[in-house]
């Protein structure tokens, strides 16, 4: 009764054991709990076990492991004190069902015979079928993978394969080799229908302070030349890419990243699409960037390399971007000083070259009133030089220069509303921006703010350009509406609504066709989450002339992390996007399941 036996760091309990001191042998029955060194625990109906508690036979066995997964077998040998090989057995990680115990969990190996060897940390299986809800779908004769004590080791990951016009069908099977605890290898070889074989790979270590991974490829593949509409075949080529991706922590304040993508030429990334890479454009980046208090500085370096089959021959370098970044401390009135400031050098072999040099001090302070409005005031000076040195033959230099003010005021009023079951939230929100018109010449080149696209995200900013090469000039007033419900029958609820008007055309930006000259497009956002298993998100732009949808985004999360659908779908009529392409419709969906941690 109540029987605990200890044999050095092993313990075995149970309901009734006998000892046998000639042949060394325990034998034990009823609520069996055998303790092992490594942290496992062994429950059993049945057990005979010799040679200080390490060999032996068990009926019944069930082992929870040190992560909670499970094994549970008809019957079990026990050799060593390292191997157990059990008949008729499962496998699991998963927890069972709380409500129904004798429910099977979410998946399971069930194999005729499965050896775990904790030496090794290994778990075999022989006539295995992989069953999810207590359903079979897979079969293998033979399987092994490390026990869940394993952080890496070597071994497959998970293959790939599919089929594509470029290639054919193919098989990608990487493997994987750790090497020490700070640095492995991943070998990834891909056999193509029609290119053969594809050999790449990648090399991670992580040092003290650093850290660098590699990636590349080579092939053996046929090369097209010449336009895309009138390609010429050269035959086989050896082709590749390579990726470098490294950064440094020097202290607290200080680190760098160095980031180089290539390709040999621009049409092998296309034509092995697997790899995932941007297919248009490479950029590389080498930068530096400190933090400090209230103060952030970075030094960057930026070369490309275009891939499109009507490749540009004027693909810059930017070297050096120097960014300084000034939050102040609140003063005796609340508010806050800022500057920011920019110096940036871009050169071509073909184009026109440029220097720039900006400062951007400014102003910002919010009060809220005691009647509940919050009100924001703004003021900023972007101060702006440039050195252009213009591509012809005679190699003129100019310099340019822009002074641009801009002041703006904000009012919120937030109205809340409590009951029971909920909470609401209405706040309008009006905004009036002035600042002078025409001050984007064309004599400043544009590098930077090219991509121009009005959305809820930026309806309520100073500037919605990108970069500082073209300013947001002109006078205008915003408004919009905020909308928020919160409780646990309906749960949160969002919404906003919003439009602009500006009271002059600006006629050094008629040519952002994007750009409203009075009234904006109505944009806004509606998030609805009733619960932590839906999630919904509708993102859309409507005219300002007729309300007609110009476009708009639904995106939608259900169902529990064990198993989830996802789905993005995207709308824009023609001129919308920030391409400017035609009228274009996407959808995506995904399915998702987190099978263990």
Request: glycine letters at 8%; aromatic letters at 10%.
């Amino acid at each position: 009764g109540e029987v605990e036996v200890v044999q050095g760091q092993r313990s075995l309990l149970a309901d009734s054991v006998s000892y046998n001191q000639n042949a060394d042998t325990v034998s034990a029955s009823g609520n069996v709990v055998l303790h092992e060194p490594t942290g496992e625990v062994i429950f059993a109906e049945y057990v005979e076990l010799s040679d200080q508690l390490k060999n032996g036979l068990i009926k019944r066995i069930r082992i929870l492991l040190e992560d909670k997964s499970r094994f549970a077998a008809n019957s079990a040998e026990r050799r060593d004190g390292n191997k157990t090989r059990m008949m008729r057995a499962v496998y699991s990680p998963c927890k069972l069902c709380t409500e129904n115990r004798s429910a099977p969990p979410l998946w399971q190996l069930k194999a005729e015979r499965l050896e775990h060897d904790q030496e090794a940390r290994q778990i075999r299986y022989r006539d295995v079928y992989l069953e999810m809800w207590g359903h079979p779908i897979a079969y293998s004769p033979y399987l092994s993978h490390p026990d869940p004590s394993v952080d890496r080791d070597a071994g497959f990951l998970t293959p790939a394969f599919g089929a594509g016009s470029n290639v054919g069908a193919f098989v990608r099977i990487p493997y994987f080799i750790p090497i020490g605890e700070s640095k492995d290898i991943t070998v990834d070889p891909i056999i193509t229908d029609e290119e053969g074989l594809v050999l790449s790979g990648e090399y991670r270590q992580r040092f003290r302070e650093a850290e660098i991974e590699l990636r590349g490829s080579i092939a053996e593949a046929e090369r097209n030349e010449g336009d895309a509409s009138n390609p010429t075949q050269t035959g086989d080529r050896v082709r590749g890419h390579f990726e470098i991706a490294s950064a440094y922590h020097f202290d607290e304040t200080w680190r760098a990243n160095f980031n180089v993508k290539r390709a040999s030429d621009r049409s092998y990334l296309r034509k092995f699409d697997f790899f995932k890479l941007n297919q248009n454009m490479l950029r590389s980046n080498a930068n530096a960037e400190g933090f400090r208090g209230r103060n952030y500085v970075s030094a960057n370096a930026y070369w490309f390399q275009d891939l499109r089959s009507d490749q540009r021959a004027d693909q810059p370098i930017v070297a050096p971007v120097l960014d300084f970044n000034h939050i102040g401390e609140t003063d005796r009135l609340g508010g806050r000083w800022q500057l920011d400031a920019n110096f940036r050098t871009l050169f071509r072999d073909e184009g026109t070259d440029s220097q720039r040099i900006s400062l951007k001090p400014g102003y910002k302070i919010g009060r809220n009133w005691e009647n509940g409005m919050v009100t924001v005031a703004t003021a900023l000076m972007q101060i702006d030089g440039y050195r252009i040195d213009a591509a012809t033959s005679s190699g003129d230099t100019s310099l340019k220069g822009r002074v641009f003010p801009q002041m703006a005021f904000e009012s919120r009023y937030p109205l809340i509303r409590h009951s029971v079951a909920h909470k609401q939230i209405v706040e309008p929100i009006a905004m009036l921006i002035g600042a002078p018109n025409g001050s984007n010449p064309n004599k400043i080149p544009d590098e930077e703010s090219a991509v121009f696209e009005l959305d809820d995200t930026n309806l309520l900013s100073l500037d919605r350009f990108a970069g500082l090469d073209r300013v947001d000039s002109g006078s205008r007033a915003v408004y919009g509406l905020r909308y928020g419900m919160y409780g646990k029958n309906v749960g949160d609820i969002t919404a906003f609504l919003g439009q602009s008007y500006r009271f002059h055309t600006d006629r050094d930006l008629r040519n952002t066709k994007l750009l409203e000259e009075d009234f904006s497009d109505y944009v806004g956002r509606l998030n609805v989450t009733p619960n932590e298993y839906v999630d919904l998100l509708y993102r859309f732009r409507f005219s300002e002339s007729d309300f007609s949808g110009l476009s708009s985004s639904i995106g939608f999360s259900v169902g529990p992390s064990a198993m989830s659908v996802r789905g993005y779908y995207f709308f824009a009529e023609e001129g919308i996007a920030a391409s400017r392409s035609d009228k274009r419709e996407e959808l995506q969906i995904s399915l998702n399941s987190r099978i263990s941690r």
